[in-house]
């Protein structure tokens, strides 16, 4: 039983140590551009987001009243080994010095305490050094699932975060039983979650605007990165490069009321069908016939540029399994990987 016990609790460790990844600043600016509108008069809340080394809650504090922002929520879990580099915790009115229990921050405004002519995070620091009120302790372990931190979602109207990726399942099914607008990060394979599938066919949860090239991540220091080539060390932090992660949202875009422009002429010797279904292959994207109005498997990037009003989803498919719509995408014999399926709509 002992042993059992600690096997769980390494593998905890374990899943914890590889959800560790900080989003960059720049990373955030990027994709926050395109919804400021939406964030007048709300309340953003980011539950998984230490201050003290959250880009998130510094994007928000530092934009507060651009935005116009009615109310600021962001909940710790863990002390993180990298943090403490921008907002020292022992100058943080009503937080241990310690710094080592979770802890929630409240901030409904964000003057120019240093009067500077600027909003900026010094004036925060300087908020969050005078005014306990700000500050204050959890009574739990300040996870996403805990009571107190889901009463917190019950007020919030945006939930913005990189939430961990081993529980993402989990985390988008919280904010969709809450009914909750977000805007969080995940990996592209979670496009083929069955649960995460249903929402985008369900027209409940698409893709956001900066989902290209690779985003660097800052890790602990003694983050395991076998490949030379995903990892970089800038003034002493080191970064992790992923190539997958896709920014995941309900809040509207322009992209998804956008027509995909297509210039392709279906031919049966450019796209086959598949060996026990009357669905053609499209191997890439920007491929998809002009003139094909049958069942067409597209790889996953697809949800990218997807337009609601231009096609509709049927499922998701692979050749050991389906969700949504019975097909195995094999063609000649041969495995092709995941595939969307969809239909051109009338």
Partial sequence: ???????????????????????????????????????????????????????????FAANFNALGLKKLITTSYVKSPIAGGQLPLFEVEGLKPSGKEPFKIEITEVLDIDNDGAIDLEDVKSLLKHNKKNSTPLKGNGDFRSEECTELLKEADIVVTNPPF???????????????????????????????????????LWLGYD?????????????DIPTESRK??????????????????????????????????????EFPKYDNYDVINVDKVSDIPMNYNGVMGVPITFVDKYNPKQFEILGVANSARWI???????IQGKKIYNRILIKRKK
């Avoid at 609790?9 to 395109?34: C, G, M, P, W």
């Avoid at 989902?211 to 983050?223: A, C, E, R, S």
């Avoid at 060390?233 to 956008?258: A, C, P, Q």
């Fill in 1 to 59: 039983m002992q042993t059992k016990s600690l096997n769980k609790n390494l593998h905890s460790a374990r899943t914890a140590k590889t959800d560790e990844f900080y989003t960059q600043l720049v990373d955030i600016e990027k994709e926050l551009k395109h919804y400021k509108d939406q964030f007048r008069g709300k309340v953003v809340y980011c539950n998984c987001d230490d201050p003290f080394e959250s880009n998130f809650f510094k994007y």
């Fill in 166 to 204: 081993s529980l993402f399942r989990e985390y988008v099914a919280q904010l969709i039983e809450y009914n909750k607008k977000f805007l969080i990060l995940g990996d592209q394979n979670a496009i083929t979650y069955k649960e995460t599938f249903g929402y985008i066919k369900e027209n409940r």
């Fill in 211 to 223: 989902n290209g090239g690779t985003k660097w991540f800052q890790v602990p220091m003694d983050y």
């Fill in 232 to 269: 970089k060390i800038v003034n002493g932090v080191k970064y992790f490069s992923m190539g997958r992660i896709l920014w995941f949202t309900n809040l509207d875009t322009t992209k998804r009321h956008e027509n995909m422009v297509l210039y392709k002429k279906y031919t049966p010797e």
């Fill in 324 to 330: 949504g719509y019975k097909c195995l995408t094999l």
